[in-house]
């Protein structure tokens, strides 16, 4: 239940997210906000594992996930903005 869990708070997080964070150079597609969304939950339950702010079959909360998520979509952003080209 607690990956199910982890993908509801993402969708929701990534929602919010790109909300919070609107932008040209985030993906501007539903499914993709989505997806990074709940990778961003992922994260955040990763890293507060690892740092002990979550025990072993906790997850993330949703501020948590929305903070994962916002970090995910500059990272994207970030890396998507450095593979434009210049063509003339």
């Not at 982890?6 to 909300?19: D, E, P, R």
């Not at 609107?22 to 969304?37: R, V």
């Amino acid at each position: 239940m607690g990956i199910i869990w982890t993908i509801i708070i993402g969708f929701v997080a990534g929602v919010v997210a790109k909300f919070i964070m609107p932008g040209d150079k985030e993906p501007a597609g539903f499914i993709m906000t989505t997806i990074l969304g709940i990778v961003g939950a992922f994260v955040a339950t990763f890293l507060g594992q690892a740092l002990g702010w979550y025990g072993p079959n906790q997850g993330a909360g949703f501020i948590g996930a929305v903070v994962g998520a916002i970090v995910v979509l500059a990272i994207y952003g970030f890396v998507a903005g450095r593979r434009t080209t210049n063509t003339f």
